[in-house]
């Protein structure tokens, strides 16, 4: 069964940090750019990072500097580090994979929430 179960998300407050974890099940997890997306209330859901099987990222310019993404091949997980976070940091956060070369091959997590209040 194909499966992306994301973990990690919660409450914290603005300047904290939380890392957030993807586990990929019934995927060959080496051919997949990883990535990470949010969707924040009333807003389109949004590209956040992404990392090519090869360690190659990418990030949305509003995280550069305050989010690591990172990959681990034997525990076919991604993660998601967000350091300093802000109030506009709030959403549901989804991890993705698609398939480096069957680009029509995608699969979605269940998404987690992030808030960060005070």
């Known amino acids: 069964q194909v499966q992306l179960v994301e973990s990690g998300g919660g409450l914290v407050q603005p300047g904290g940090s939380l890392r957030l974890s993807c586990a990929a099940s019934?995927?060959?997890?080496?051919?997949?750019?990883m990535g990470w997306y949010r969707q924040a209330p009333g807003k389109q859901r949004e590209l956040v990072a992404a990392?090519?099987?090869?360690?190659?990222?990418n990030y949305a310019d509003s995280v550069k500097d305050r989010f690591t993404i990172s990959r681990d091949h034997a525990e076919n997980t991604v993660y998601l580090q967000m350091n300093s976070l802000k109030p506009e940091d709030t959403a549901v956060y989804y991890c993705?994979?698609?398939?480096?070369?069957?680009?029509?091959?995608?699969?979605w997590g269940q998404g987690t929430l992030v808030t960060v209040s005070s």
């Open positions: 993705n994979g698609r398939h480096m070369l069957v680009r029509s091959l995608e699969v």
């Open positions: 019934g995927i060959i997890f080496r051919l997949y750019t």
């Open positions: 990392i090519t099987n090869g360690g190659i990222t």
